[in-house]
T-cell receptor, first 111, second 115 residues
Framework: QQPVQSPQAVILREGEDAVINCSSS?????VHWYRQKHGEAPVFLMI?????EQKGHEKISASFNEKKQQSSLYLTASQLSYSGTYFC????????????FGEGTQLTVNP | NAGVTQTPKFQVLKTGQSMTLQCAQD?????MYWYRQDPGMGLRLIYY???????DKGEVPNGYNVSRLNKREFSLRLESAAPSQTSVYFC??????????????FGNGTRLTVT
């Protein structure tokens, strides 16, 4: 079952912050975050493992709440280069090496 | 380092025609995947191959077949193309059985239009 991402779209001005959420109805082993720019392939950002671990990538960080089966991606002091579509991909014990992706959150950062 | 290479980049087919999408990776990954991406629907798994010699269905396998030719190559075949198969197709590879899992590396995609 596909994880649910929210919001579907967000528009920011450069320097503003944003949070993108990813929720699953299944017990998760890991959550992966990818960013895709228009016309390009998705690019890996980070992997979160169960245990509430928080990771960082530039000014982008994420958390994973294992009890709630939710992950959040935090974009701080957004830059123009952050524009794109963000996808979460979830892995369960049953899914093995297969990821199930959410529908994506389109982020636009304006000057 | 090429990573994951997909061919062709663009393709237009008529309904009923067949074609094979090619994918090769040079990262010595065991696992390879085929995803399709449609507007507003994210990435959906068509087929995957956990290791050389094995293939399994994903979420949307109908109308497709795959071949894991060797460790490097994983092809996707459309036997009789339909307009519903108009999409962007991405091949990916990873060493997913490692713990913690390694990320997916995607190819640049094939943009397929079926008229």
């Amino acid at each position: 079952q596909q994880p649910v991402q929210s919001p579907q779209a967000v528009i920011l001005r450069e320097g503003e912050d944003a949070v993108i959420n990813c929720s699953s109805s299944k017990a998760l082993y890991s959550v992966h975050w990818y960013r895709q720019k228009h016309g390009e392939a998705p690019v890996f950002l980070m992997i979160l493992l169960k245990g509430g671990e928080q990771k960082g990538h530039e000014k982008i960080s994420a958390s994973f709440n294992e009890k709630k089966q939710q992950s959040s991606l935090y974009l701080t002091a957004s830059q123009l280069s952050y524009s794109g579509t963000y996808f979460c991909g979830t892995e369960t014990r049953a899914s093995g090496s297969r990821l199930t992706f959410g529908e994506g959150t389109q982020l636009t950062v304006n000057p | 380092n090429a990573g994951v290479t997909q061919t062709p980049k663009f393709q237009v087919l008529k309904t009923g025609q067949s074609m094979t999408l090619q994918c090769a990776q040079d990262m010595n990954h065991n696992s390879m995947y085929w995803y399709r991406q449609d507007p507003g629907m994210g990435l959906r798994l068509i087929y995957y191959s956990a290791s050389e010699g094995t293939t399994d269905k994903g979420e949307v396998p109908n109308g497709y077949n795959v071949s894991r030719l060797n460790k490097r190559e994983f092809s996707l075949r459309l036997e009789s193309a339909a307009p519903s198969q108009t999409s962007v197709y991405f091949c990916a590879s990873s060493e997913a059985r490692r713990r913690p899992p390694l990320p997916l590396h995607f190819g640049n995609g094939t943009r397929l239009t079926v008229t």
